[in-house]
């Protein structure tokens, strides 16, 4: 389930991305739509990397690495690092 949603916001971050390079074959409403939801999300992610940054950090990669996740999946990445124990 958790790919599946990961799936659908990479989605519409390339769609709207693509959107934004050539138009794409949809009714010009939906295209600016798609974009204003990719916004959306990215300012939703970027808020939520900031309240739970206890958990983003806990990731075993970089921090920059989890942060960029965060802004991709939001929930979906730092949900399960909150299961984790924190680092000493």
Same mark, same amino acid.
């Given at each position: 389930?958790?790919?599946i949603?990961?799936?659908?916001?990479?989605?519409?971050?390339? =769609?709207?991305?693509?959107? !934004? %390079?050539?138009? *794409?074959?949809?009714?010009?409403g $939906?295209?600016?739509?798609?974009?204003?939801? #990719?916004i959306? =999300?990215?300012?939703?992610? !970027? %808020?939520?990397? *900031?309240?739970?940054?206890?958990? $983003?950090?806990?990731?075993?990669?970089?921090? #920059?690495?989890? =942060?960029?996740?965060?802004?991709?999946?939001?929930? *979906?990445?730092?949900?399960?690092?909150?299961?984790?124990?924190?680092?000493?």
């Open positions: 389930m958790n790919t949603l990961k799936g659908g916001c990479l989605a519409i971050y390339l =769609l709207a991305a693509g959107a !934004a %390079l050539m138009p *794409l074959p949809l009714a010009p $939906v295209t600016i739509a798609l974009q204003y939801i #990719a959306g =999300l990215l300012v939703a992610h !970027a %808020l939520e990397a *900031l309240v739970m940054f206890k958990y $983003v950090k806990r990731y075993p990669g970089s921090l #920059a690495a989890s =942060l960029g996740l965060t802004l991709l999946f939001g929930v *979906l990445h730092w949900w399960p690092l909150r299961r984790q124990p924190a680092p000493v």
